[in-house]
């Protein structure tokens, strides 16, 4: 097939596309040369500032961890307690927008032109959407974030099923239940999604459609013209850049955190920052032998693998725990959510701060720090379906995947703690003593053959941790090269080994706290970037022939 002279790699359109005529050839802002034996191909002035941005945190972090640690602790609660209606708000439109496209005339625009067929059948393509946005948060919250709001149930205003004694109020039970799994489930599902749909929509329209590079700023050519080859654009990829590497950075925290919780629980191990920061190192050192082995011998290699550990884990859970429960959760947890949709996004007059604010805030500034990682994955997957099958199938099937893994996971977790109480491990771990890492191994603790399955736990938290920083390195890369998919291996290096320095820092300054406060500051800009990408969509989609 041909190839565009814009984007190398990337399929002209077929049949009728609205090509966008520009002057702009990918790479003519490249600066090129060789460091000793290491040769670099990378955009100026993006990859300058945001890599030297990116090593001045790093030792900045270093050299004053207590200062750091002040900052990092005063940060992230006033971001959520300032902004939460920003987010939750913004949050609000994309899932709009999307809903829109399905059922406008846009709807019908085909991606990759009016005769693009799919490069992938629907299976194939169904397990990619659901291998690009899951990750170590579905293990680190699978099972905590069910409990914790079906226990602390009051503030979303449902009695709590636990006494101050321990014991178990009968009549309170099914309302709580219902609301822990309705609250987990509005942060794993539509919302979050439709964050993803719109970054994916964006690149793969303008790239299939409109012949552009594959880079945030051609989304954005509706709206600033030419001006986006200059800094207007050189903006929003760094912008990118930055929430991409941030939001990369809390998830490898939090899996350095629950693998060592895990190998604590098995093994006796310290959980001590230094073997979280021991662990990255070794994790970030698989990871860029994954990144030397190439795209097709390293991290699709990886995926597969990590797919199928996944899926084992999660058929024994629906096996060993209870399988008519887990179901009739999965279909109460859905009615639930769809119930409780609109007052959970109520951004206005909330008196459930903590839940809006330490929850709802903080994720959906992570779903935006994912979003050009993840939706540059599915917009490269995706050509060839309709607008409107596209956004069905990215907002509804990866969701219902998420409500059945909380269903199963978290579904078991509550029933241990509501089935007895006085010696759930899952209540000590979650409700008693609050220890998020170790919730899962809890979990699997009342389960047979919990030694086996809490291994398998860690294996599948390092093997996500090393596939999202693989990929992740690839699409900063990318970017940081000016939309080239073929630059020079040591720039993926580069980034691969930043992306564990800068979690390792974060966690050395302030542990969960840091990681959550970067990833709001670098989340809220970009919030704005994904507002005006809606703007640049509608406008792209209006010129296209349907």
Not at 177 to 184: E, H, I
């Amino acid at each position: 097939m041909a190839e565009q002279d814009n984007s190398p790699g990337i399929p002209v359109p077929e049949g009728a596309a609205a090509i966008i005529d520009t002057d702009y050839t990918i790479g003519q802002d490249n600066v090129e040369g060789q460091l000793g034996p290491f040769g670099f191909d990378v955009h100026n002035p993006v990859f300058l500032i945001s890599g030297l941005s990116i090593v001045a945190f790093v030792f900045y972090a270093l050299a004053l961890p207590e200062q750091a640690a002040t900052v990092f602790g005063w940060l992230r609660p006033w971001l959520t307690s300032t902004f939460d209606w920003f987010f939750l708000g913004a949050a609000n439109i994309f899932v709009l927008f999307c809903l829109f496209l399905i059922v406008s005339p846009w709807g019908a625009v085909r991606l990759g032109g009016v005769d693009a067929t799919p490069d992938y059948s629907y299976i194939g393509w169904f397990a990619m959407l659901f291998a690009a946005g899951m990750g170590i948060g579905l293990m680190f919250f699978g099972v905590l974030e069910p409990v914790y709001h079906m226990a602390i149930s009051e503030p979303l205003g449902v009695p709590s099923p636990i006494a101050e004694d321990g014991s178990i109020i009968a009549e309170n039970v099914d309302a709580a239940k219902k609301m822990g799994l309705a609250a987990t489930i509005y942060h794993w599902g539509l919302h979050p999604w439709a964050i993803y749909a719109i970054v994916a929509l964006a690149l793969a329209l303008f790239t299939f459609n409109k012949g552009l590079p594959l880079t945030i700023r051609s989304a954005f050519h509706p709206i600033f013209g030419e001006a986006i080859w200059g800094w207007v654009g050189h903006v929003i990829d760094t912008l990118a850049v930055f929430a991409t590497l941030f939001g990369l950075a809390t998830s490898l925290g939090f899996g350095a955190q629950q693998a060592n919780a895990g190998l604590e629980h098995i093994f006796g191990i310290p959980n001590t920052i230094t073997v979280q920061v021991v662990l990255i190192t070794i994790i970030t050192g698989i990871a860029l032998v994954s990144v030397l082995r190439g795209l097709d011998g390293g991290v699709k290699v990886l995926s597969e693998i990590n797919m199928a550990i996944a899926a084992l884990l999660l058929v024994f859970v629906l096996i060993a725990g209870p399988t008519g429960t887990i179901f009739a959760d999965f279909i109460a947890g859905l009615a639930a959510y769809a119930a409780d949709i609109v007052p959970l996004s109520n951004p206005f007059g909330r008196e459930d701060t903590g839940y809006m604010q330490g929850w709802t805030a903080f994720y959906w500034a992570w779903w935006i720090s994912w979003s050009p990682f993840v939706g540059m994955f599915i917009a490269r997957v995706s050509r060839g379906r309709t607008v409107r099958e596209f956004i069905t199938c990215v907002l509804i099937i990866p969701s219902l995947v998420c409500v059945l893994w909380m269903a199963a996971f978290g579904g078991v977790a509550i029933d241990q703690v509501l089935t007895d109480p006085t010696t759930s491990a899952v209540k000590a771990q979650v409700i008693d003593s609050y220890n998020p890492p170790l919730s899962l191994f809890a979990m699997l603790e009342g389960l047979p053959l919990a030694s086996i399955t809490s291994f398998i736990g860690i294996i599948l938290v390092i093997v996500f941790f090393v596939t999202s920083s693989d990929s992740g390195s690839l699409v900063i890369d990318t970017i940081t090269a000016g939309g080239k998919v073929d630059a020079p291996l040591p720039q993926r290096v580069f980034w691969c080994t930043f992306e564990g320095a800068v979690a390792i820092v974060l966690l050395i300054g302030g542990g969960l706290g840091a990681l959550q406060a970067m990833v709001i500051s670098t989340g809220l800009p970009f919030t704005l970037v994904l507002l005006l990408m809606c703007l640049a969509i509608f406008k792209g989609l209006r010129s296209e022939t349907r």
